[in-house]
């Protein structure tokens, strides 16, 4: 089964609706993260590290566009 949003309303990653270009982001394991997430996003139940929250549900500064890697061997 993929992975879809668990924020409310939001379809990401199910069949029925193209998430091309849409990244999924896993919750993080860390309790008081996963606490702070959870009073952003307004749903009914319990947020896990189980579940995903797409690209859509954060802000545009907070997500990285570009990776470039260092080559530690130099």
Not at 12 to 32: C, I, M, N, Q
Not at 36 to 41: A, D, G, P
Not at 49 to 72: A, G, P, R, W
Request: glycine share 6%; hydrophobic share 30%.
């Amino acid at each position: 089964m993929p992975n879809t949003c668990w924020a409310p309303g939001c379809k990401t990653g199910y069949a029925s609706v193209d998430s091309t270009g849409r990244h999924l982001f896993k919750v993080p394991d860390d309790a008081e993260r996963i606490k702070v997430w959870q009073r952003h996003i307004p749903r009914v139940g319990q947020l896990s590290s189980k579940h995903y929250i797409c690209d859509l549900h954060f802000k545009e500064q907070f997500l990285l566009k570009t990776y470039s890697s260092v080559n530690i061997a130099d």
